[in-house]
């Protein structure tokens, strides 16, 4: 499969930890970037965070110094370490894997809900 394939979301009550897992068909080593993203209840899909070629990352200001983004060439997967989650957190997650203009791919997505 091209298309990335996502994992881990659920349920966390707010100040837990969840970690993310975003499965490439191929080396991950030879994608543009890859990156996490999300789209809250009522609001526009957002950029949470992003791992470049290079392993240069970049978050989200909302998510920085919470959140992790890592990859393991290994296992084929880009992970998101989510901790001390907040309800605001709450969203569907999607994975996406950029190689150039014309291949540009996202996952299915996931549900992550922070709730007491």
């Known amino acids: 499969q091209v298309r990335p394939v996502e994992s881990g979301g659920g349920l966390v009550q707010p100040g837990g930890s969840l970690r993310l897992s975003c499965a490439a068909s191929g080396s991950i080593s030879s994608i543009t970037f890859m990156g996490w993203y999300r789209q809250a209840p009522g609001k526009q899909r957002e950029s949470v965070a992003q791992?470049?070629?290079?392993?240069?990352?970049s978050y989200a200001d909302s998510v920085k110094g919470r959140f992790t983004i890592s990859r393991d060439n290994v296992k084929r997967t880009v992970d998101l370490q989510m901790n001390s989650l907040k309800s605001e957190d709450t969203a569907v997650y999607y994975c996406?894997?950029?190689?150039?203009?014309?291949?540009?791919?996202w996952g299915q997505g996931t549900q992550v809900t922070v709730s007491s």
């Open positions: 996406r894997t950029y190689y150039s203009p014309g291949s540009d791919y």
């Open positions: 791992i470049n070629i290079s392993g240069i990352t």
